[in-house]
């Protein structure tokens, strides 16, 4: 017996380890099992649409939908089911390439695939594919995501990345929905960040995957002076330390001298051996898009983006953020036409 170690503390460690062995084996069975059924559902659905496109034929089709549903249900069960059978026609049609679609089968389940099928844009739908993979997200996890338009609002944020400065691009959203700070109309900076610290669980994740909170009011001395960020965070899967401000009213020019000031302090001070250089994000209640723009925000390594404490109805929000994504397109095309005249 090992010196030292007790009869039941070698028992419980054996244990341990056996059942990390046997909880990760049924993860992959699970998976592997997952995965099969998935592209089992994929090749039907492939299979049936070459018959109907061979046959061209509406009437055809139906029925042959139909008949296939009851011959199939009958000796294999409710998987077959006609509505899940258009189902899989659905998908086939709209995950059209068998190598993307393989690593995303063995993370996602069947379910993940069906809460898909109701976007109308491939981009959208693998935006979101990606996203359930890489985060791990349940079937509710997914559905808020996609109701709160978190692919338009990370575009938004990637449109306006101009420099492509690589830490920014599908990192960030613009606008931020901070409407379970429950804050009423009148409110003080002050107010906001302290909802922020009881709702850090629920902010944390509308930041999105990585980010782990560090400090309030971080307290930087410079020509023996006092600075204080108002929240500052570490992002695991991009090494940089985040440094996150929030501003009650519109965005102003100085706000990215400030900003500045800060990530360069951050950058020699609090940056680790093997970490990138630090990022800061704006969060202002008015983002002034333009001016943003002409400041080249991007190239410093700052976000600045909108947040929002209150939403609209689901009709009115949708088509809000459908604007502010073509009008960030637009504004971006525009700019590069009239770089291109000048030169």
Same mark, same amino acid.
Request: hydrophobic share 40%.
């Given at each position: 017996?090992?010196?030292?170690?007790?009869?039941?503390?070698?028992?419980?460690?054996?244990?341990?380890?056996?059942?990390?062995?046997?909880?990760?084996?049924?993860?992959?069975?699970?998976?592997?099992?997952?995965?099969?059924?998935?592209?089992?559902?994929?090749?039907?659905?492939?299979?049936?649409?070459?018959?109907?496109?061979?046959?061209?034929?509406?009437? $055809?089709?139906?029925?042959?939908?139909?008949?296939?549903?009851?011959?199939?249900?009958?000796?294999?069960?409710?998987?077959? %089911?006609?509505?899940?059978?258009?189902?899989?026609?659905?998908?086939?049609?709209?995950?059209?390439?068998?190598?993307?679609?393989?690593?995303?089968?063995?993370?996602?389940?069947?379910? !993940?695939?069906? &809460?898909?099928?109701?976007?109308?844009?491939?981009?959208?739908?693998?935006?979101?594919?990606?996203?359930?993979?890489?985060?791990?997200?349940?079937?509710? &996890?997914?559905?808020?995501?996609?109701?709160?338009?978190?692919?338009?609002? #990370?575009?938004?944020?990637?449109?306006?990345? =101009?420099?492509?400065?690589?830490?920014?691009?599908?990192?960030?959203?613009? *606008?931020?929905?901070?409407?379970?700070?429950?804050?009423?109309? =009148? $409110?003080?900076?002050?107010?906001?960040?302290?909802?922020?610290?009881?709702?850090?669980?629920?902010?944390?994740?509308?930041?999105?995957?990585?980010?782990?909170?560090?400090?309030?009011?971080?307290?930087?001395?410079?020509?023996?002076?006092?600075?204080?960020?108002?929240?500052?965070?570490? !992002?695991?899967?991009?090494?940089?330390?985040?440094?996150?401000?929030?501003?009650?009213?519109?965005?102003?020019?100085?706000?990215?001298?400030?900003?500045?000031?800060?990530?360069?302090?951050?950058?020699? $001070?609090?940056?680790?051996?093997?970490?990138?250089? *630090?990022?800061?994000?704006?969060?202002?209640?008015?983002?002034?898009?333009?001016?943003?723009?002409?400041?080249?925000?991007?190239?410093?390594?700052?976000?600045?983006? &909108?947040?929002? #404490? %209150?939403?609209?109805?689901?009709?009115?929000? &949708?088509?809000?953020?459908?604007?502010?994504?073509?009008?960030?397109?637009?504004?971006?095309?525009?700019?590069?036409?009239?770089?291109? =005249?000048?030169?």
């Amino acid at each position: 017996m090992a010196k030292g170690r007790s009869v039941t503390s070698i028992e419980e460690s054996l244990f341990n380890e056996l059942s990390q062995l046997i909880e990760q084996s049924q993860r992959q069975v699970f998976s592997h099992v997952n995965s099969t059924l998935t592209i089992l559902f994929w090749q039907i659905g492939q299979r049936i649409n070459d018959e109907i496109l061979k046959n061209k034929r509406a009437a $055809y089709a139906k029925q042959i939908v139909s008949t296939l549903s009851t011959q199939l249900r009958s000796q294999y069960g409710r998987n077959f %089911e006609m509505r899940n059978l258009r189902r899989m026609i659905q998908f086939a049609e709209q995950f059209t390439d068998l190598k993307t679609l393989l690593p995303l089968s063995q993370q996602l389940s069947w379910s !993940h695939f069906v &809460e898909l099928l109701s976007l109308n844009n491939q981009d959208t739908r693998l935006f979101y594919a990606q996203m359930a993979a890489d985060q791990a997200l349940s079937i509710r &996890e997914l559905r808020k995501q996609i109701a709160t338009k978190t692919f338009e609002r #990370t575009g938004i944020a990637n449109i306006q990345n =101009t420099s492509n400065h690589p830490a920014i691009n599908d990192n960030f959203k613009d *606008p931020y929905f901070l409407d379970f700070l429950g804050l009423q109309n =009148t $409110y003080l900076e002050k107010d906001l960040e302290e909802a922020v610290l009881r709702e850090l669980e629920a902010f944390i994740l509308e930041l999105g995957k990585g980010f782990a909170f560090i400090e309030r009011q971080k307290r930087m001395i410079i020509d023996g002076e006092d600075f204080h960020l108002d929240l500052l965070f570490y !992002h695991r899967n991009l090494k940089r330390l985040i440094a996150v401000e929030l501003k009650l009213g519109k965005f102003e020019a100085q706000h990215k001298g400030q900003m500045e000031l800060y990530l360069k302090w951050l950058d020699k $001070y609090e940056k680790k051996e093997g970490e990138h250089s *630090p990022i800061g994000l704006i969060l202002c209640a008015e983002s002034r898009r333009e001016q943003v723009e002409l400041l080249e925000m991007h190239k410093d390594g700052i976000v600045v983006a &909108e947040y929002w #404490t %209150e939403l609209p109805p689901k009709k009115e929000l &949708e088509k809000k953020i459908h604007y502010l994504f073509i009008e960030a397109k637009e504004r971006i095309e525009k700019k590069k036409v009239l770089g291109f =005249t000048k030169t």
